[in-house]
């Protein structure tokens, strides 16, 4: 319990929230995560050794972070304090501190849980390191995104980090059949699981979901039409600022470049139904078109430009469909990155080799001094050869006969690499 747990016990008429009341009492009730908690698994071990040090658990909402972080405490006999970092400043963490401090002076040792700690900046997490080295405090900290770009180096590195995953439809499930005596309700497995599937992998919106349905089931027998009723429309985890924000921009991209319409589209769906910047996927789309359709298809540049200009006009619902069929029209579009390769080989040899001075013959010569100089001479100007293509070289001298760009046999490419080829025979005709 907590230190400034003054709430008083729950009186018999008191009603607290289904994903509440069902939260397990041991480790053998608790449902998911086996791959850490599972016999003679890491976290397992710790916990049932009477081991455990600070640790990170990292998951998705309602997969059991702050349940776990309770039980651990129950196992291990610790004073549990928990610590909210939205509400809390660094003049709370010395005050909590100070207590863990005179508790550990007589032989009581003290977890300290924070949930989403990601949301304390720099500063508030360096004040929890003097205290987490002495051994005042075991922290459990719970996040839902990504340790490695939220957490201080300092407080990574005496801490061990456990990914939660996401539960499982037969997990949320079990979690239900456990919790319908507590709602007094009756329900087939179809409609749990249906609700276990609309739930994403989050127990707590599995539990909100069943106990709001309970309370339109009167009769106490769960009905298809009061399943519907709570679900409305499914919740999707997404965070725009967050990890699985770009995690599902990547799944569109690559499913893009792979040639699969119907993992774009469903990608695509997944991020408009959580609500992302239409303008946004349109950037994106964009980019597609550049890095990996590139002259294999010209159009599907100025098609996704028109589906920018479409979303941009018409809003949604309507412009979704737009980005729906650019979506299809990229993943469909003969594919190459020729023109991203030879930008980058091109970059690297600018890095790695002087920056030598234009050759005077393709230097413009706007002044009597210039061309005295030397500016302009030796210029051909290719319309005055038969099929416009001179044996000027325009390279600096040190790079004279590189080649960059090597377009594929795909698409319009296929026909850009024959030009090239023609030009390359012309041009070595001409010498």
Known sequence: MSLFDSTPPDSPGSQRPLAERMRPHSLEDFIGQDHILGAGKPLRRQIERDELTSIILWGPPGVGKTTLAHLIAHVTRCEFIPFSAV??????????????????????????FVDEIHRFNKAQQDAFLPYVERGDIILIGATTE????EIIAALLSRSRVYALRALTVPEIVTLLQRALPVVNLRATGELLEQIGIYSNGDGRQAYNTLEAAAAASPSGELTEAAVQDAMQRKVLLYDKSGEEHFNLVSALHKSVRSSDPDAALYWLTRMLEAGEDRLYIARRLVRMAIEDIGLADPRALEQCIAVKEAVHFLGIPEGDLALAQAAIYLSVAPKSDAAYRALSAVQ???EKTIAEPVPMHLRNAPTKSMKEWGYGQGYQHAHKFENAIPDMQCLPPSLAGRQYYFPTDRGIEKRIRERLEEIRKLRGAGE
């Open 87 to 112: 509400l809390s400043g660094i003049k709370e963490i010395k005050a909590v501190m100070a207590d863990a401090e005179r508790l550990r002076r007589v032989g009581r040792r003290t977890i300290l």
């Open 348 to 350: 690297e040899a600018v």
């Open 146 to 149: 990504n340790p490695s770009f």
